[in-house]
């Protein structure tokens, strides 16, 4: 985003309360051992190509892939790192983020560092231990516990390649990997099965075994709610898919059924970078434990609200969610794997990044509200603008069909239908009466890759 540098500023200011490292230059040893301690630690950032008073000492093009190259695919095991080039002020730096890494204790070239009071060092052997026992307890974790019996057939086999892509252009130089190899290095798959993490994220049935992954969205008529539904609907597949699924809803209801007004088109931006964040959010960092769990999108004239189970962590508060922070990760392996399909940008920066995409458009900024074990966010402006309820039919589509008279003709007519991810196409139908001939028709069909 253009005011991506607003990051670097309040980084450099102290205002975010993150471990911040700056490196003038190119040094491929110490930025993997900081990047290690980070990991091993609280996590933290790097900011390469900027002096300690500030000033910008400039990057080089190739700088971003030798990191992925000389840094990130030199540690061990696998780990939750973003690299993003930012403009900022006469040029250029790079920001690299690291979480607190979910699978400690994490190696440099074959060894282990720690960063204590910003310095960091070689991991102490009690250190070590510590380390090793925070593995242990891990494995403990919700997410990483095995579903036994599921059969390779029942996984998601285009969402595993495309994610196989994805590592391999991470790590670059990696052999080819199957399925399997890719599920084992990634903690997915576990001699004994799948871990649920693995279920959520690739399988074809995922509610099948897990009925908390389930997401309901509804459409309402009134702004208080109450029994005035235009749509309701329940997206119950592995989380790619869902999102893929929520989006089309999100594109069909919020925006296409908004801006027909007249026989011109009238666009009203929406502010779509935040309510990928939001949706992103809800479902990537959700309490996925209990059963009852769930998430609710909820559609209204006036705004959108999605509420997802789950609490803040101890160190997160709203008002933290409005400057840099700590990203705290209630499900690692899942935002690990989201993180490598590009749906996680810079760490710990979404929240700011969704608050600048709403005033940029003259939106409120979002609101989120804790309540007893679940998170309200809340869009105001951002409603559906519907005027009677949804034509929709079976699992095929979600439709939206609006006649607007025109003032002279009868009617102007559109129809858009949106795939859910069980057809091939994602189908809009235009029709304009002209006044001559009945009909002005328009057919985009787009595949979607299967």
């Given at each position: 985003?253009?005011?991506?540098?607003?990051?670097?500023?309040?980084?450099?200011?102290?205002?975010?309360?993150?471990?911040?490292?700056?490196?003038?230059?190119?040094?491929?040893?110490?930025?993997?051992?900081?990047?290690?301690?980070?990991?091993?630690?609280?996590?933290?950032?790097?900011?390469?190509g900027?002096?300690a008073?500030?000033?910008?000492?400039?990057?080089?093009?190739?700088?971003?892939?030798?990191?992925?190259?000389?840094?990130?695919?030199?540690?061990?095991?696998?780990?939750?790192?973003?690299?993003?080039?930012?403009?900022?002020?006469?040029?250029?730096?790079?920001?690299?983020?690291s979480?607190?890494?979910?699978?400690?204790?994490?190696?440099?070239?074959?060894?282990?560092?720690?960063?204590?009071?910003?310095?960091?060092?070689?991991?102490?052997?009690?250190?070590?231990?510590?380390?090793n026992?925070?593995?242990?307890?891990?494995?403990?974790?919700?997410?990483?516990?095995?579903?036994?019996?599921?059969?390779?057939?029942?996984?998601?086999?285009?969402?595993?390649?495309?994610?196989?892509?994805?590592?391999?252009?991470?790590?670059?130089?990696?052999?080819?990997?199957?399925?399997?190899?890719?599920?084992?290095?990634?903690?997915?798959l576990?001699?004994?099965?799948?871990?649920?993490?693995?279920?959520?994220?690739?399988?074809?049935?995922?509610?099948?075994?897990?009925p908390?992954?389930?997401?309901?969205?509804?459409i309402?008529?009134?702004?208080?709610?109450?029994?005035?539904?235009?749509?309701?609907?329940?997206?119950?597949?592995?989380?790619?898919?869902?999102?893929?699924?929520?989006?089309?809803?999100?594109?069909t209801?919020?925006?296409?059924?908004?801006?027909?007004?007249?026989?011109?088109?009238?666009?009203?931006?929406?502010?779509?970078?935040?309510?990928?964040?939001?949706?992103?959010?809800?479902?990537?960092?959700?309490?996925?434990?209990?059963?009852s769990?769930?998430?609710?999108?909820?559609?209204?004239?006036?705004?959108?609200?999605?509420?997802?189970?789950?609490?803040?962590?101890?160190?997160?508060?709203?008002?933290?969610?409005?400057?840099?922070?700590?990203?705290?990760?209630?499900?690692?392996?899942?935002?690990?794997?989201?993180?490598?399909?590009?749906?996680?940008?810079?760490?710990?920066?979404?929240?700011?990044?969704?608050?600048?995409?709403?005033e940029?458009?003259?939106?409120?900024?979002?609101?989120?509200?804790?309540?007893?074990?679940?998170?309200?966010?809340?869009?105001?402006?951002?409603?559906?603008?519907?005027?009677?309820?949804?034509?929709?039919?079976?699992?095929?589509?979600?439709?939206?069909?609006?006649?607007?008279?025109?003032?002279?003709?009868?009617?102007?007519?559109?129809?858009?239908?949106?795939?859910?991810?069980?057809?091939?196409?994602?189908?809009?139908?235009?029709?304009?009466?002209?006044?001559?001939?009945?009909?002005?028709?328009?057919?985009?069909g787009?595949?979607?890759?299967?």
């Open positions: 985003m253009a005011n991506d540098h607003l990051i670097i500023e309040n980084l450099l200011a102290g205002t975010g309360r993150r471990n911040v490292e700056l490196i003038p230059q190119w040094d491929p040893l110490y930025l993997g051992q900081v990047v290690c301690g980070f990991l091993n630690g609280q996590g933290g950032d790097v900011i390469l900027i002096d008073s500030g000033e910008v000492q400039g990057i080089q093009s190739d700088w971003t892939k030798r990191i992925n190259q000389q840094i990130i695919g030199k540690i061990v095991p696998d780990a939750p790192i973003s690299v993003t080039q930012i403009p900022f002020r006469s040029g250029a730096v790079i920001l690299v983020s979480w607190s890494g979910g699978r400690k204790p994490y190696s440099f070239r074959g060894k282990i560092y720690t960063t204590e009071a910003g310095e960091t060092r070689l991991a102490t052997l009690s250190e070590m231990k510590t380390l026992l925070k593995r242990r307890d891990s494995n403990y974790h919700w997410e990483r516990q095995v579903i036994p019996g599921i059969e390779p057939e029942e996984l998601d086999g285009y969402e595993i390649r495309e994610s196989i892509e994805s590592y391999r252009k991470l790590h670059p130089g990696q052999p080819k990997l199957s399925a399997e190899d890719f599920l084992f290095r990634t903690g997915l576990k001699e004994d099965g799948l871990t649920n993490a693995a279920v959520i994220l690739f399988s074809n049935q995922p509610a099948r075994y897990l908390q992954c389930r997401v309901r969205a509804t309402y008529g009134s702004e208080k709610g109450g029994n005035e539904i235009y749509f309701d609907r329940i997206f119950e597949r592995n989380l790619f898919r869902n999102i893929h699924s929520i989006w089309d809803f999100f594109d209801q919020l925006q296409r059924s908004r801006v027909i007004s007249s026989l011109k088109r009238t666009d009203e931006k929406l502010p779509i970078l935040a309510l990928r964040e939001g949706l992103l959010n809800a479902l990537i960092h959700r309490d996925y434990s209990s059963v769990s769930s998430v609710n999108i909820e559609v209204f004239p006036d705004r959108l609200q999605i509420t997802n189970t789950g609490d803040f962590p101890p160190e997160i508060s709203t008002s933290t969610l409005r400057r840099e922070h700590r990203s705290i990760l209630r499900n690692p392996d899942i935002s690990y794997i989201c993180y490598l399909r590009g749906y996680i940008e810079m760490l710990g920066t979404g929240t700011l990044r969704m608050i600048s995409n709403c940029s458009l003259g939106y409120e900024g979002p609101i989120w509200e804790p309540k007893p074990h679940s998170i309200k966010l809340i869009m105001n402006g951002v409603g559906h603008g519907l005027k009677k309820k949804i034509d929709f039919r079976g699992d095929k589509n979600v439709g939206v069909n609006v006649g607007v008279n025109d003032g002279e003709e009868k009617n102007v007519g559109v129809n858009v239908g949106v795939n859910d991810g069980e057809e091939k196409n994602v189908g809009v139908n235009v029709g304009v009466n002209d006044g001559e001939e009945k009909n002005v028709g328009v057919n985009v787009v595949n979607d890759g299967e």
